[in-house]
């Protein structure tokens, strides 16, 4: 059965994200006062092949670790849903 993944990559909460502060501080110059602590990150959509969801979302996270992520600096979730 084919899946599609949607996988949102973000910076950790713990560390500082340049562009996200870039944006806060544009968006309260052009106005928009109520915006506070923007955070920047990747959103992966991405077709898989597999026999079962549990086995779609274990390929999924195995391909996070090995090549969509750092995991020094960032983070992941994904839902999973067919086509």
Excluded: W
Aim: hydrophobic share 40%; charged share 25%.
């Amino acid at each position: 059965m084919k899946y599609i993944a949607e996988i949102n990559i973000m910076p950790l909460k713990a560390l500082l994200d340049p562009q996200g502060k870039a944006v806060t501080s544009s968006m309260k110059n052009l106005g928009f006062k109520e915006v506070s602590n923007v955070r920047i990150g990747k959103h992966i959509t991405l077709e898989i092949e597999a026999g079962s969801e549990a086995e779609a979302g274990k390929r999924v996270e195995e391909a996070c670790h090995k090549i969509l992520i750092n995991p020094i600096i960032e983070g992941f979730d994904f839902t999973l849903h067919t086509e």
